[in-house]
């Protein structure tokens, strides 16, 4: 008979697992769309290399995209590469790698033509204006073929794309063959060549549906896990704790992982805070731009536009000055308007609706109210839940918006991520590039997405080309390196003991106390997870302080991370799913980390909206107009951070 406290509904974990080893040419560690770009394009190029894709979820639901997605957010189209980089440039306040970002826009359109040609639905413009959505945008014909998308700005289009990542998805696994792909499988740690110095050599991991740890060796491995979520603690509270902007089960894996091997980190201060509807973490994306609702304040005024608001945007010339407002100052001008008492911040849904109607009949009316609803429902089904249960018609009701708990990500309105080679190419400034393009500071280890720094505003479009783009450097570097021959430092006993740590603690003590989750002999992920979000909230900049803080906040919270580190080695789990929050939680632990060491480090306030630093208000483009670079050595396990050389590669 099962005791009491031993979990339930959950496989349990077993102090022995199953071990299986495996060698391979290239590993691909990820689901979501950078890593199915890498798995539709790597056979191309591969020849007869061996290949190997290992992803924690299914590929058809994994990744940011899993939910669904309204809109393509990258999309070039009869714009310029060019324009492309100054937009990125702007809204990330100047300090981005152009280079990066101009090899992508030249590239991302081939892969928005192919999930049209895959069977996205994507909306069309006719020659007198009207929007066609569905089937009849469809009969429009292709965006390849000249056929006009339906642009709620300069750079997005709109999809019907509830099975966005499932179409993505097929033609991944088609293309790459289901025999050579891993689903369900958690990689926790990736390895170093025991011959080679500054070598990645493979990776080791564990399924999360049955007792099995797989230990892989590799010649080189492109890593794409996506940003984090979960690393401060959410707005939402009680029922809603699990509600988020950015997909739950994101834990910085991408950061870690290669930061833990010597991959050095670039821009990790940079985070994304956006702004969505409260509670639900409903998109607002396509209401400013398909919908022209504008944003007021509790006096219902249009702040953005008062002289106020005026006066604020000019402290952050020429950025606050141009155009385009960038996203942390939108969200700035919204926290100045809180802290003034002239809250809350509304979506005027209703004015936007009623003036779009005016010139529709009653079907199209009709019409534009579902386009409202299914803007939701194709990727934040949770926000039409909350309007229903709040009895909200958006054509009738006005919603709240505020900024939500800060993300780390480096493809959406953010740049946090990895250093990487450029294009090798002359334009490329010397100290962009090291041969491959996208590859980190370390020898066969590549990235893509989230995972790329200093080079934001990819989207899903951008992540899956960017995949694409790695994964033929990958097959480059191996065909250069035909004698490579990794081999592990560790035994696969001891990446086995590792990996199992957590279940063998918990199978050792669980039965000292009758409550399992209470035992003075471990800690189990949960509350771990609690302590590690209260303290980035009060002291590294969460929404509690208004997204503030300061030396003397992030050297404590230093301190708290040192002691979480040594806590960490007690973690505990007694089934797979726990086994899993607990390597997550270490890998948040590690990528939070590195984002307040470089708020540290940075000492002037970048980006505010997103953060500000009380004893550094403010930007310097005396001193800080330049990248900031963090680099873990695995041999000392010491962190130093540096200021890298900022080059303008784009004229304005």
Not at 165 to 189: H, P, Q, T
Request: charged share 25%; hydrophobic share 40%.
């Amino acid at each position: 008979m099962a005791l009491p406290n031993k979990p339930t509904g959950e496989l349990l974990a077993v102090k022995d697992p199953e071990v299986e080893e495996r060698e391979v040419d290239i590993l691909i560690v990820g689901g979501g769309m950078a890593a199915c770009g890498s798995a539709f394009e790597v056979k191309k190029w591969a020849g007869d290399q061996s290949i190997l894709l290992i992803d924690k979820a299914a590929m058809e639901r994994s990744g940011a995209v899993a939910q669904g997605l309204s809109a393509i957010n990258t999309y070039i189209g009869d714009n310029a590469p060019e324009d492309y980089v100054r937009m990125v440039r702007n809204d990330l306040m100047g300090i981005v790698r152009e280079d990066l970002i101009f090899d992508l826009g030249r590239h991302v359109d081939d892969s928005v033509h192919l999930f049209e040609e895959w069977g996205l639905p994507m909306w069309k413009k006719t020659t007198d204006g009207k929007n066609l959505d569905g089937q009849k945008g469809q009969e429009l014909g292709t965006l390849k073929e000249g056929a006009q998308p339906v642009r709620t700005g300069k750079w997005q289009i709109m999809i019907n794309g509830e099975s966005y990542k499932c179409i993505v998805a097929e033609a991944a696994k088609k293309a790459l063959g289901e025999e050579n792909i891993l689903e369900r499988v958690f990689i926790i740690k990736l390895l170093l060549d025991a011959n080679k110095e500054n070598t990645v050599a493979g990776a080791v991991g564990f399924s999360v549906r049955e007792n099995k740890v797989y230990v892989i060796k590799c010649k080189a491995m492109m890593v794409a896990c996506g940003g984090a979520v979960n690393i401060y603690m959410p707005r939402a509270q009680g029922e809603g704790k699990g509600r988020a902007w950015y997909p739950v089960w994101n834990s910085g894996s991408t950061y870690t992982m290669c930061a833990q091997v010597g991959a050095e980190l670039t821009m990790m201060e940079n985070r994304f805070t956006p702004a969505r509807f409260k509670d639900g973490y409903g998109p607002v994306g396509a209401w400013f731009l398909l919908f022209k609702a504008k944003a007021l304040n509790g006096m219902g005024e249009n702040f953005a536009v008062s002289d106020f608001s005026k006066a604020e945007l000019e402290k952050y010339a020429p950025y606050g000055t141009a155009a385009v407002t960038p996203t942390c100052l939108r969200n700035h001008l919204m926290l100045a308007e809180m802290k003034a008492g002239r809250g809350p911040i509304m979506m005027d849904t209703v004015t936007a609706l009623g003036v779009m109607g005016e010139t529709m009949d009653a079907k199209e009316l009709k019409h534009l109210e579902s386009e409202a609803w299914e803007d939701f429902l194709d990727m934040t089904c949770g926000q039409a839940n909350l309007w229903c249960a709040q009895d909200c018609e958006p054509e009738k009701k006005n919603s709240e918006i505020m900024p939500t708990e800060p993300y780390l990500l480096g493809s959406h309105s953010g740049c946090c991520g990895i250093w990487v080679s450029g294009p090798d190419e002359d334009w490329v400034p010397d100290h962009y590039k090291w041969g491959y393009n996208r590859m980190t500071t370390v020898n066969g280890l590549f990235t893509a997405g989230d995972g790329v720094g200093a080079s934001g505003h990819k989207f899903s479009s951008g992540s899956h080309a960017e995949g694409r783009m790695a994964i033929k450097s990958i097959c480059k570097y191996i065909r250069d390196n035909a004698d490579l021959a990794p081999a592990l430092k560790e035994s696969t006993q001891e990446l086995v003991d590792e990996c199992y740590k957590p279940v063998r603690l918990y199978l050792e003590h669980c039965n000292y106390t009758t409550a399992a989750d209470i035992n003075p002999n471990y800690i189990k992920p949960d509350g771990f997870s609690m302590r590690l979000m209260k303290a980035t909230n009060e002291y590294g900049a969460g929404w509690s302080t208004f997204y503030m803080t300061s030396g003397s906040m992030l050297t404590t919270l230093m301190d708290l991370f040192k002691v979480m580190h040594e806590d960490a080695e007690k973690l505990a789990a007694g089934d797979l799913h726990e086994l899993m929050r607990c390597w997550e939680m270490r890998h948040r632990l590690w990528t939070v980390e590195a984002h307040c060491r470089h708020i540290l480090f940075r000492e002037e306030s970048r980006y505010p909206g997103f953060y500000y630093r009380g004893d550094f208000m403010g930007q310097n483009d005396a001193e800080w107009f330049c990248f900031t670079n963090s680099h873990y050595d695995p041999a000392t396990g010491e962190w130093t951070c540096k200021k890298v050389d900022h080059v303008k590669i784009i004229p304005d």
